[in-house]
């Protein structure tokens, strides 16, 4: 049986219009599969209604409460019941608003990366400190040691001097 024999005995379809790789349907053209319309045509996916197996959706509205037996017989126990379940809403809401206020999440990470900052040039101040008194008290016990033994260090200062004297001739 030919494609055409075929859709005349299901109904009154129109052929579909090849395109010019042979067989296949031109571009454009609404290609049905079953009678169904093309994926994309037609609806919109937002615009779909939901299924109508209402077992499948969450309940809603009175139907979302609590049974009649799940209810406590006091009425204080009531008012406390519903008081927690405000604080619980009321967590919730401030966690979602929290999540979606991308602001206030951009300026805590900087405030964090601010912090972590300051604490690095903390640390390296306190360590240029400590190299500093380090230093101070390595000249101390240099000078101590030229005050008494100066013979060794003037000689250094001797051959410094002769060192810059001929590097200065050099250059000239």
Do not use: C, H, Y
């Not at 859709?7 to 790789?21: L, T």
């Amino acid at each position: 049986m030919s494609r055409d024999e075929t859709s005349d005995e299901k109904g009154a379809e129109e052929p579909e219009p090849m395109g010019a790789a042979g067989g296949f349907p031109a571009a454009g053209a609404a290609a049905s599969v079953q009678g169904q319309p093309p994926a994309g045509a037609g609806v919109a996916p937002d615009d779909q209604q939901p299924p109508d197996d209402k077992a499948e959706l969450p309940p809603t509205g009175a139907e979302a409460g609590p049974d009649e037996q799940q209810l406590p017989d006091d009425k204080a126990e009531l008012q406390e019941q519903i008081e927690e379940t405000r604080a619980e809403l009321g967590e919730t809401v401030e966690a979602l608003a929290q999540k979606a206020d991308v602001k206030a999440q951009v300026k805590e990470k900087v405030d964090e990366q601010k912090t972590q900052v300051k604490e690095k040039v903390d640390e390296g101040r306190e360590a240029l400190r400590e190299t500093q008194t380090q230093a101070q008290a390595k000249i101390g016990e240099l000078s101590e040691q030229a005050k008494k033994n100066p013979a060794p260090f003037a000689a250094g200062g001797v051959v410094a001097l002769l060192l810059l004297v001929f590097l200065r001739r050099r250059r000239r």
